[in-house]
């Protein structure tokens, strides 16, 4: 089965500061993973996502990721974080069966303050 | 390109009555739609699988007779829930995979409330 975890429910930071969102995964084989974000009463947005290649992939608003094979994390990272950021952000896997389908993370809830 | 569109985006309905919802794929032909849920401060939970001109999908534990979904042309599909309860209530998000590629695109949401 394959399945995420996002340990932290919140991640407050201040704005300008590097910002970090934590996932890992459970996947049998190798796995696609993505990052989205969402805004209040919103739908989700794609930030990025990593299937294979460099560990370190950027995405949209700045964002990037690390893919960790040996620590099976894919960690949300932003060097200088925006009150703008500020949103409910989902790590998710696809499966590797069934392309169609997402598991998705619990999400994290990112407050940055200014 | 790549969008998604939801309509309604808000709806309140009393209990026991039936609420359709659309998802539309506006510039792209999808043959797979999907429908998510979400409930507050929770992740999305995946109800079914929506394929142009045939049946859905449905996941374990998701009633099909309740979650009706109906994807009648390559950029539209319904979910119409039926004889809502409060219970229902909840974010209901839809996604579509676009032909080409293996990407799916999320559509805005609506926000079913039953009274």
């Known amino acids: 089965a394959q399945s995420v975890a996002q340990p932290e429910d919140q991640v407050n930071v201040a704005e300008g500061n590097p910002l970090t969102v934590k996932c890992t995964y459970s996947?049998?084989?190798?796995?696609?993973l993505f990052w989205y974000v969402q805004y209040p009463n919103r739908g989700l947005q794609f930030l990025l996502k990593?299937?294979?290649?460099?560990?370190l992939v950027k995405g949209s608003y700045g964002f990037e990721a690390e893919f960790n094979k040996s620590q099976t994390s894919f960690h949300l990272k932003k060097p200088s974080a925006l009150v703008s950021d500020s949103a409910l952000y989902f790590c998710?896997?696809?499966?590797?069966?069934?392309?169609?389908?997402?598991?998705f993370g619990s999400g994290t809830k990112l407050n940055v303050k200014p | 390109g790549a969008v998604v569109s939801q309509h309604p985006s808000w709806v309140i309905c009393k209990s026991g009555t039936s609420v359709k919802i659309e998802c539309r794929s506006l510039d792209f032909q999808a043959t797979t739609m999907f429908w998510y849920r979400q409930f507050p401060k929770q992740s999305l939970m995946l109800m079914a699988t929506?394929?142009?001109?045939?049946?859905?999908?449905?996941e374990q534990g998701v009633e099909k007779d309740k979650f009706l979904i109906n994807h009648a042309s390559l950029t539209l599909s319904t979910l119409t829930v039926t004889s809502a309860h409060p219970e229902d209530s909840s974010f209901y998000i839809c996604?579509?995979?676009?032909?080409?590629?293996?990407?799916?695109?999320f559509g805005p949401g609506t926000r079913l409330t039953v009274t």
């Open positions: 929506s394929n142009e001109g045939s049946k859905a999908t449905y």
């Open positions: 990593y299937i294979t290649g460099d560990n």
């Open positions: 996947v049998s084989g190798n796995p696609y």
């Open positions: 996604s579509a995979r676009d032909s080409g590629v293996y990407e799916q695109y």
């Open positions: 998710a896997v696809r499966d590797i069966y069934n392309f169609n389908k997402f598991y």
